[in-house]
């Protein structure tokens, strides 16, 4: 058998479970992610399923980022007896622990002990590199690989992994290059993803690959022109995302509204009741994880844009803003639900989880969706079956639609909004972009992580566009 060669252990049949073993040799090779898989990609009882391969040989776990599609199987792994390295940027090492906790308690088990024992392996396995450094992994007889992360832009820290494998009598060394998930431009956080220079072998998402998305510098906009609708009508507009990535996208820019609605407002701009409105105007954050996340995100401040430093020099605090209420305790959630529904007083409020599948914002939803005063704001793909998507269906639909929440009809009448824009991913433009690369292009590209037609619209554009280029590449779709 020819090494380098890889092995899939997940992230062939869908857009989850992401997990690719590296054989170097025989007897030596590298993981990159651990992810679980989810949703209809998934077997049932597959969140507690037992790991599913072998870990002989393998030298190191080199994490992408710290969405569960990516490190889900993680404590299989560990029960499997894996005790080597995992590798991850700065950012996913402290965020890691937060996820997997949560993802513990829920799957595993809730009890202290356990939990922190859990942890305490954890940690003590992580270490964290540097971005764009290399770092030798292997230096064995006749075989040397060395890794380095460069930034994705999928969410802080999320990275690509560089993979450099020179072996005894070989003239040059091999070039694998594992994507990660991209992201998509113009993230407000984030600093923009930078092309390889070189792939010798491309392993590329593909989540997006048949689409291309909406521009999204007008996004911010049309948020606003939501939370001016909303308070016309003296309601609460609901916000279901997810705690990780994009409830943080989601108060960069609230900041950023309220911010200006400020400015505009000195300087006599907006006067009268508007004025007061958006100055007295809550922005409730009621999720337990998300909080812990954010706080993760405020300390991780060097990791952040030039953008976003920069407001931080300015003495603002995107993250951390006044009209910024954080809700913990479930007594305190239900306290603010009750509230809300009674009073009718304006509020945004953003909660998990993003497919209204379960978490706080299901309470919020029980409480307010048969009131025409409120409105749900969807940022968030909503997965088919999901009292999501039912609520999103209800936006384009004749007739009074119900939702089961927690196994009661409820019925929809608040108005109902999807704000597109706010992809995590990058779309076909930018994943073909990203394997024409920065110096030479991708020889051999490998697609996962995507449905079959998101992978063949890819493919199909990757040859198009790569022979437009004067350039050949080799496609295949991963099984």
């Not at 990159?32 to 037992?50: I, K, M, R, T, Y």
Request: hydrophobic residues 40%; charged residues 20%; negative net charge.
């Amino acid at each position: 058998m020819e090494y380098p060669f890889l092995s899939h252990h997940g992230g062939t049949r869908g857009v989850t479970g992401s997990c690719h073993q590296l054989h170097l040799d025989p007897h030596t090779s590298l993981l990159v992610d651990c992810g679980l898989e989810q949703g209809s990609d998934a077997a049932p009882g597959a969140e507690s399923a037992p790991l599913g391969f072998s870990i002989e040989g393998i030298q190191a776990l080199i994490v992408t980022h710290v969405h569960l599609d990516h490190v889900g199987r993680i404590p299989a792994l560990l029960a499997a007896g894996y005790r080597g390295p995992i590798l991850c940027s700065e950012p996913s090492a402290k965020l890691l622990p937060l996820v997997l906790e949560d993802a513990y308690r829920l799957v595993v088990s809730s009890e202290p002990a356990q939990v922190a024992r859990f942890l305490a392996l954890l940690e003590s396995l992580v270490t964290h590199l540097p971005f764009a450094q290399w770092h030798n992994l292997v230096e064995a007889d006749g075989l040397v690989c060395r890794i380095r992360l460069q930034r994705a832009g999928h969410l802080l820290g999320s990275a690509y992994v560089e993979c450099d494998v020179q072996r005894a009598g070989q003239e040059g060394s091999t070039r694998i290059v594992f994507s990660g998930d991209l992201g998509a431009p113009n993230n407000p956080l984030l600093r923009p993803v930078q092309p390889p220079e070189r792939a010798d072998l491309l392993v590329l998402e593909s989540t997006y690959g048949d689409r291309l998305h909406p521009d999204r510098s007008e996004r911010q906009q049309r948020l606003e022109a939501a939370i001016d609708r909303a308070l016309a009508d003296q309601g609460t507009i609901l916000i279901p995302a997810f705690s990780l990535g994009r409830t943080q996208e989601l108060l960069y820019e609230l900041e950023d509204i309220l911010h200006r609605k400020g400015l505009l407002s000195a300087e006599g701009g907006i006067t009268g009741n508007d004025a007061l409105i958006w100055s007295r105007l809550p922005i409730i954050l009621d999720s337990p994880l998300a909080l812990r996340i954010t706080q993760a995100y405020r300390e991780l401040h060097r990791f952040w844009s030039d953008e976003a430093r920069q407001r931080l020099s300015e003495g603002r605090k995107p993250l951390a803003f006044e009209q910024l209420l954080c809700i913990d305790s479930h007594a305190k959630h239900q306290q603010v639900v009750n509230y809300l529904k009674s009073t009718g007083r304006p509020a945004i409020v953003i909660a998990g989880n993003g497919m209204c599948s379960g978490g706080r914002i299901v309470n919020y939803l029980k409480a307010m969706l048969g009131d025409s005063r409120h409105e749900v704001i969807f940022v968030g793909y909503q997965g088919r079956g999901t009292p999501g998507a039912v609520i999103q269906g209800s936006e384009r639909a004749e007739g009074l639609v119900r939702v089961d929440l927690d196994g009661d009809m409820y019925e929809i009448r608040a108005k109902v909004m999807t704000l597109g824009g706010y992809s995590a991913h990058a779309d076909q433009e930018g994943l073909v972009r990203f394997a024409l690369g920065e110096g030479s292009v991708a020889k051999r590209v490998v697609l996962v992580h995507g449905e079959g037609e998101a992978k063949q619209g890819l493919a199909q554009a990757m040859v198009r566009r790569f022979a437009e280029t004067g350039n050949e590449v080799d496609v295949c779709i991963a099984s």
